[in-house]
């Protein structure tokens, strides 16, 4: 089953407290991006790849990370999270080119305290 | 920059009632428009595919148009059930610089009353 696995699905941390989203996918896909969702403001790109070794940055990149080592696998990291960043994550991925259909993770709520 | 609109923000019917939900986007330089479910505290689920070259697709009692010179998309939903209560969203995918991206309008929260 084509799947984008996201890990955790809830984590509550303390502010400055490195964390990692791990997100997966089994469809062999190029491009993989990570989103956040907050009330009022919709989703928002955090940073996107579109292929190993090829990240960028997206629209609210600061404060986190990212790596593509391997195709399947995006991580998204906090490397000092802040309560500003408490929010839902969705990682996505999309087979190039571009007018294909993108497939989203189930999400990853994430509060800092 | 792209912006996407959806208007009203929220949406309460009666079941069984035909119903059309708008998408508006500022920039016409789309090359797809797509439209999702998302269940309260859950991910996305992809409804619709639309390419800039075409002009609707169905699934079921979904139907979606595009009319990429307007900036307008419309997502209809014959004979509402209270299963359609979620929040739909509509998203364009353009290209900026050398990145494949999306943007979203805010949702729709739909309510169909039993």
């Known amino acids: 089953e084509a799947q984008v696995t996201q890990n955790p699905r809830y984590l509550i941390t303390v502010t400055g407290k490195k964390l990692t989203v791990t997100c997966s996918q089994n469809m062999n896909h190029e491009y993989m991006s990570w989103y956040r969702q907050d009330p009022g403001l919709g989703l928002r790109q955090i940073y996107y790849s579109m292929n190993v070794e090829v990240t960028d940055k997206g629209d609210v990149p600061e404060g986190y990370k990212v790596s593509r080592k391997e195709k399947r696998n995006f991580p998204l990291i906090l490397e000092s999270p802040s309560p500003n960043q408490t929010s839902l994550y969705f990682c996505?991925?999309?087979?190039?080119?571009?007018?294909?259909?993108?497939?989203f993770g189930e999400g990853s709520w994430l509060t800092v305290v | 920059k792209q912006e996407v609109t959806q208007i009203p923000a929220a949406l309460s019917v009666p079941e069984g009632e035909n119903l059309v939900l708008n998408c508006s986007f500022t920039?016409?330089?789309?090359?797809?428009l797509q439209w999702f479910r998302q269940d309260p505290g859950k991910g996305l689920t992809s409804l619709l595919l639309i390419q800039s070259s075409q002009r609707e697709q169905t699934s079921g009692r979904l139907n979606a148009s595009l009319d990429k010179s307007s900036g307008r998309s419309t997502l209809y939903i014959a004979a509402s059930q209270p299963g359609d209560s979620a929040t739909y969203l509509c998203a364009v995918a353009h290209y900026t610089g050398a990145n494949s991206k999306l943007t979203f309008g805010k949702g729709i929260t739909l309510s169909v009353r039993p």
């Open positions: 920039d016409s330089a789309i090359y797809n």
């Open positions: 996505a991925s999309k087979l190039l080119p571009s007018g294909n259909t993108i497939y």
